[in-house]
Nanobody, 122 residues
Framework: QVQLVESGGGLVQFGGSLRLSCVASGFTLDSYAIGWFRQAPGKEREGVACIRRSDVSTRYADSVKGRFTISRDNAKNTVYLQMNSLKPEDTAVYYC???????????????WGKGTLVTVSS
């Protein structure tokens, strides 16, 4: 069974840090670009970060550049999102998603996790 399972969310104060994990089962991540997305209450889902499968090149939304870092450990079939200097506007449900492509995370993703909630208090 193909699954992506996120973990690591929680409540953190303004300026704090969290590391999210996304573990894949039923397939190997090394053939996939992996993205982190988020959806805040009342807002549309937005892309946060993406890491390519081959050269581990990364892209970030402008709102998180310099604060968030996406990385992958193919041996553990896991992708991480290190989030530093968190702000209340980062509060959202964070999802990881996978797309079998040599490019970045664009268009329809193949698999999605169920999300993990991040809440940043002011």
């Amino acid at each position: 069974q193909v699954q992506l399972v996120e973990s690591g969310g929680g409540l953190v104060q303004f300026g704090g840090s969290l590391r999210l994990s996304c573990v894949a089962s039923g397939f190997t991540l090394d053939s996939y670009a992996i993205g982190w997305f988020r959806q805040a209450p009342g807002k549309e889902r937005e892309g946060v970060a993406c890491i390519r499968r081959s050269d581990v090149s990364t892209r970030y939304a402008d709102s998180v550049k310099g604060r968030f870092t996406i990385s992958r450990d193919n041996a553990k079939n896991t992708v991480y999102l290190q989030m530093n200097s968190l702000k209340p506007e980062d509060t959202a449900v964070y999802y990881c998603a996978a797309k079998r492509t040599s490019l970045y995370c664009s268009g329809t993703m193949d698999y999605w996790g169920k999300g993990t909630l991040v809440t940043v208090s002011s």
